[in-house]
């Protein structure tokens, strides 16, 4: 806490006060960027979270779209990762792609792949920014909610106040009617 | 009177009039009357007609004529929270119950054989048309809660008819000097006191329970009426926001299904004297209920020299925190972790709002001036 708080006569009230004040400055300087993303990560971990993901694949969906997204271009198909063998590889498959071709026809499967993986990288795009917003509404959602509390204990302070006021004129006894003699 | 009593009975204003009669039976002759229904939901007749002794007190029991009808009750509790006539708040009071119509014959008929009638909680239908039946002898201990229901026109004459009124704290008088002109009415605010233990065994609780570490208490029912469910939410969130290794510790019946957490611990019913030692073992406890007409587990923890942190938005929890300056409060989540971060931290303000509410309670809620309280007003009413 920024704030200390005196032992020796403790007083609720002004402990209460030096928190609400401190609250108060919180929300005025608001959140920055940087703090609104924090807290996003932590919604976006409890969706996460929720469906037991594989805690791998949480740390590589956080480090590069790369690392966890397929890349598919033209010759995807047809590569090899095995080095030179790979490459050799790589060489015979182009050139029996003709004779492929006869039998079957990748094009409409290759497309629907590279489009798969751009809508993939938009979808991560999208839910990121989503949880942001999501935060920043809910920040001020609760803020909104607390203004409402405050404006609500001091409409009930008033009423009741009112009524209090109301009652004392109503209740307020009536002065003693003196006799004819003035006892 | 009260609408249930029974020593397995616990909290509640049924606990408070147990304890208040077995005390004022070492001043006086007292009976209790009351219905044979255990449970405040259904009102089942449980125990036998008739009369039995419970710590040396006589217990006259009634039958309840007919059990609430939880269905039937809430249509009737919509209908009231609208536009509605004064014969339907007469039917939402015998819907409430405990429909007991030989409960109240008996205080029409024998009435007068009492010198007082201490009448317990308003709201119930036992109560409304008992005291209407003998209201030159009744004393009103109403424990109203700021729920709205003392808002409904039959309670407005109904505050007026007793001798005197006991209330449970200042916020509760002066919300009922709201809706009745009860201003001169003889009456004070006198509360309840505990039956305090010898002494204090945190480190045996710990060792028995098995408990390691720091944590803030609940005692009372886990319920979602007792704000339980905002408190899961609240603590958890404060956890994993401030990075607390703190744990919150569970101690009663559980109506609400409680979080599987490993800093959510429950111990459901303990003896008596667990409870103490475990209160002397917190780091403060915790008090989330928004509807508390006097709050003893409250008192208790002062007593135990803890320090409490309670639902601001209870007036009459704030109202006590405020008066003993014992313990913070919070009206939202903002304030929770605020109050409960300066709590955890601070180890010399724990100390001093313990000792704060050991005083206040010291002041106001010993069994010596409860009952010195109860016996003044009742003889200046003789």
Same mark, same amino acid.
């Given at each position: 806490m920024s704030f200390e708080i005196k032992t020796e006569g403790v007083d609720v009230q002004a402990i209460m006060g030096? !928190?609400?004040?401190?609250?108060?400055?919180?929300?005025?300087?608001?959140?920055?960027?940087?703090?609104?993303?924090? !807290?996003?990560?932590?919604?976006?971990?409890?969706?996460?979270?929720?469906?037991?993901?594989?805690?791998?694949?949480?740390?590589?969906?956080?480090a590069q779209p790369s690392r966890w997204n397929f890349s598919f271009h033209e010759q995807t198909l047809y590569e090899s990762s095995r080095g030179a063998v790979g490459r050799a590889l790589h060489g015979l498959r182009r050139l029996l792609q003709p004779i492929q071709k006869l039998f079957w026809n990748p094009n409409p499967m290759i497309s629907a792949l590279s489009r798969q993986s751009d809508l993939n990288a938009y979808y991560a795009h999208l839910l990121t920014n989503l949880a942001v917003e999501l935060t920043k509404l809910n920040l001020e959602l609760q803020e909104?909610?607390?203004?409402?509390?405050?404006?609500?204990?001091?409409?009930?302070?008033?009423?009741?106040?009112?009524?209090?006021?109301?009652?004392?004129?109503?209740?307020?006894?009536?002065?003693?009617?003196?006799g004819p003699d003035g006892a | 009177m009260v609408q249930r009593y029974g020593l397995d009975i616990?909290?509640?204003?049924?606990?408070?009039?147990?304890?208040?009669?077995?005390?004022? $039976?070492?001043? #006086?002759?007292?009976?209790?009357?009351?219905?044979?229904?255990?449970?405040?939901?259904?009102w089942e007749n449980h125990y036998p007609e008739g009369v039995e002794v419970l710590n040396g007190i006589p217990v006259r029991r009634f039958p309840v004529a007919r059990e609430r009808d939880l269905r039937r009750f809430a249509q009737w509790s919509r209908r009231v929270a609208g536009p509605h006539s004064d014969a339907d708040e007469e039917r939402w009071l015998e819907e409430e119950g405990p429909l007991s119509p030989a409960l109240v014959e008996e205080v029409a008929r024998r009435g007068d054989g009492y010198d007082h009638l201490i009448f317990f909680s308003y709201r119930y239908y036992t109560t409304?048309?008992?005291?209407?039946? $003998?209201?030159?002898? #009744?004393? /009103?201990?109403?424990t109203a809660e700021n729920d709205g229901v003392h808002r409904l026109r039959l309670f407005a004459p109904f505050f007026r008819l007793p001798r005197a009124i006991v209330w449970?704290? @200042?916020?509760?008088?002066?919300?009922?000097?709201?809706?009745?002109?009860?201003?001169?009415?003889?009456?004070?605010?006198?509360?309840?006191?505990?039956?305090?233990?010898?002494?204090?065994?945190?480190? +045996?609780?710990?060792?028995?329970?098995?408990?390691?570490?720091?944590?803030?208490?609940?005692?009372?029912?886990?319920? %979602?009426?007792?704000?339980?469910?905002?408190?899961? #939410?609240?603590?958890?969130?404060?956890?994993?926001?401030? +990075?607390?290794?703190?744990? /919150?510790?569970l101690i009663g019946k559980p109506v609400l299904p409680v979080p599987e957490h490993a800093a959510i611990v429950q111990l459901g019913f303990?003896?008596?004297?667990?409870? &103490?030692?475990?209160? +002397?073992?917190?780091? $403060?406890?915790?008090?989330?209920?928004?509807?508390?007409?006097?709050?003893? @587990?409250?008192?208790?923890?002062?007593?135990?020299?803890?320090?409490?942190?309670?639902?601001?938005?209870?007036?009459?929890?704030?109202?006590?925190? %405020?008066?003993?300056?014992?313990?913070?409060?919070?009206a939202h989540y903002d304030e929770f972790r605020e109050s409960l971060s300066l709590l955890e931290a601070d180890a010399a303000l724990r100390r001093a709002l313990g000792e704060n509410g050991r005083r206040y309670f010291d002041a106001n809620y010993t &069994?010596?001036?409860?009952?010195r309280k109860y016996l003044d007003l009742l003889g200046s009413l003789a």
């Open positions: 030096a !928190i609400r004040k401190r609250i108060e400055e919180k929300r005025q300087g608001l959140y920055s960027d940087a703090e609104i993303r924090e !807290i996003a990560e932590k919604s976006l971990d409890a969706v996460l979270d929720a469906h037991e993901f594989n805690p791998d694949f949480v740390k590589d969906f956080r909104l909610k607390n203004r409402q509390l405050a404006l609500q204990g001091r409409v009930e302070f008033d009423s009741r106040r009112e009524r209090t006021l109301e009652q004392m004129v109503v209740f307020r006894e009536e002065p003693e009617k003196k | 616990a909290g509640g204003a049924e606990y408070h009039c147990r304890i208040v009669a077995e005390h004022l $039976a070492r001043h #006086a002759e007292v009976e209790v009357l009351t219905t044979c229904a255990s449970d405040y939901v259904s409304y048309h008992g005291l209407r039946a $003998a209201p030159e002898r #009744a004393v /009103l201990v109403p449970n704290s @200042v916020e509760e008088r002066e919300m009922i000097q709201e809706i009745a002109p009860v201003h001169r009415m003889p009456g004070d605010v006198v509360g309840v006191g505990s039956q305090l233990p010898a002494g204090l065994d945190p480190d +045996g609780f710990r060792k028995r329970r098995g408990i390691a570490g720091r944590f803030l208490l609940y005692l009372g029912r886990i319920d %979602r009426n007792k704000g339980c469910d905002e408190l899961f #939410a609240f603590f958890l969130r404060y956890r994993e926001e401030t +990075g607390s290794a703190l744990k /919150l510790l303990v003896l008596d004297q667990e409870k &103490w030692d475990a209160l +002397g073992a917190c780091e $403060a406890l915790v008090m989330p209920s928004r509807y508390e007409s006097l709050s003893m @587990v409250t008192l208790e923890a002062w007593w135990a020299r803890r320090p409490v942190l309670a639902n601001g938005r209870c007036e009459v929890l704030r109202g006590q925190c %405020r008066r003993s300056n014992g313990g913070l409060y919070y &069994w010596d001036i409860v009952e």
